[in-house]
């Protein structure tokens, strides 16, 4: 339970924080996942360090505002938080910091059993259960764990696995 210590982490989180939203847009029930206020609620979450956490979601607010024409409001909250608070409706969550073992496995269940679109930029993470994530290659593109996206009942737009790396 560490913040990123190094620069590649750094930019998988600066890059994640701009693809995060695009791929909540594709989320085909997006539209019904908006919270009692009527807003759409993304939230980035960590465990130790909120500073990384807070700018992270500064970042996102700062490229968007509107899903499918519903308004987003950005949380950086503690993954205790989210856990014991499940009342709150989120269409997405941004791991911001590496995660190991039960807290992975917590927020992976949750998220699921949710029906939220989890996203972390950490390498080897969608192997582990995440739902979603960049892939680094020559290109940097999307990449789903179809079983978690299938297990968490979430539908994409078909297009958007087109072009991405998956893993099943």
Do not use: C, W
């Not at 190094?6 to 919270?35: G, M, N, Y």
């Not at 995660?99 to 996203?119: A, G």
């Not at 993470?125 to 940097?140: M, N």
């Amino acid at each position: 339970m560490i913040g990123y210590t190094d620069s590649v982490e750094e930019r998988r989180l600066t890059i994640s924080a701009s693809i995060f939203p695009k791929i909540i847009a594709l989320d085909q029930q997006l539209t019904i996942k908006t919270a009692p206020d009527g807003n759409i609620y993304l939230g980035v979450v960590y465990i130790e360090d909120e500073e990384n956490a807070r700018n992270t979601a500064l970042n996102i607010r700062n490229k968007v505002n509107k899903l499918a024409g519903i308004d987003v409001q950005i949380e950086h909250t503690t993954l205790l938080n989210i856990l014991k608070a499940p009342d709150r409706r989120y269409a997405g969550l941004l791991i911001s910091e590496k995660l190991f073992d039960k807290d992975l496995i917590d927020i992976i269940t949750f998220s699921s059993e949710q029906n939220i679109l989890l996203f972390s930029p950490f390498d080897g993470d969608i192997e582990r259960g995440v739902i979603s994530s960049i892939f680094v290659g020559a290109k940097i593109r999307p990449y789903f764990n179809l079983f978690a996206l299938k297990k968490a009942g979430i539908e994409l737009r078909p297009s958007i696995l087109k072009v991405s790396k998956t893993y099943e």
